[in-house]
T-cell receptor
Framework: DSGVTQTPKHLITATGQRVTLRCSPR?????VYWYQQSLDQGLQFLIQ???????AKGNILERFSAQQFPDLHSELNLSSLELGDSALYFC???????????FGSGTQLSVL | GEDVEQSLFLSVREGDSSVINCTYT??????LYWYKQEPGAGLQLLTY?????DMKQDQRLTVLLNKKDKHLSLRIADTQTGDSAIYFC???????????FGSGTQLTVLP
């Protein structure tokens, strides 16, 4: 158990809908990362937050947004969902910005 | 930009050694990592090496780094069926705040 908690584990929704994925980092970790894992694109970095502030942005679509709250948990919001958004979404946390990443078990999103 | 490459598949017999290879392009890489992903699970950090090191050993795992060739390998001694998983190589360059992952190597351990 990495100590990173993601909910829900599975999410099934329809095209055009909006969903929110939640992540609680390991106790004491200030940095949260979101990754998308799909068969065709592998593991893609989406976005990173550190102590509530956005620190780095990767291949995140404009339809997607995220935030980190004062209690350090993070949410990833995916809107106007398309079939191609079906993927495994991972959250990871680290103590600082250049530390080892610890991953949650992911949220499997299926868009039908 | 950064690029990390791995072969997709590796099969070994139980009890043999496995060697998973990875190449990267960013010469400013500071840390290189190996993660393991079992079916239906997240990525588990196995080990990591700092770029000024050549080798790191941790029980059955040995990491070798050839910085000149930008080549990283993970050797698993006495491979067991429980080692069957996807192994990801990842690197963090000096300028990047996130990890760049390879495509993963599916290790299958045959009885």
């Amino acid at each position: 158990d990495s100590g990173v908690t993601q909910t829900p584990k599975h999410l099934i929704t329809a095209t055009g809908q909006r969903v929110t994925l939640r992540c609680s980092p390991r106790s004491g970790d200030l940095s949260v990362y979101w990754y998308q894992q799909s068969l065709d694109q592998g593991l893609q970095f989406l976005i990173q937050y550190y102590n509530g502030e956005e620190r780095a942005k990767g291949n995140i679509l404009e339809r997607f947004s995220a935030q980190q709250f004062p209690d350090l948990h993070s949410e990833l919001n995916l809107s106007s969902l398309e079939l191609g958004d079906s993927a495994l979404y991972f959250c990871a946390s680290s103590l600082g910005v250049n530390e080892k990443l610890f991953f949650g078990s992911g949220t499997q999103l299926s868009v039908l | 930009g950064e690029d990390v490459e791995q072969s997709l598949f590796l099969s070994v017999r139980e009890g043999d050694s496995s060697v998973i290879n990875c190449t990267y392009t960013d010469s400013s890489s500071t840390y290189l990592y190996w993660y393991k992903q079992e079916p239906g699970a997240g990525l588990q950090l196995l080990t990591y090496i700092f770029s000024n090191m050549d080798m790191k050993q941790d029980q059955r795992l040995t990491v070798l780094l050839n910085k000149k060739d930008k080549h990283l390998s993970l050797r698993i001694a006495d491979t067991q069926t429980g080692d069957s998983a996807i192994y990801f190589c990842a690197e963090r360059s000096g300028s990047a705040r996130q990890l760049t992952f390879g495509s993963g190597t599916q290790l299958t351990v045959l009885p």
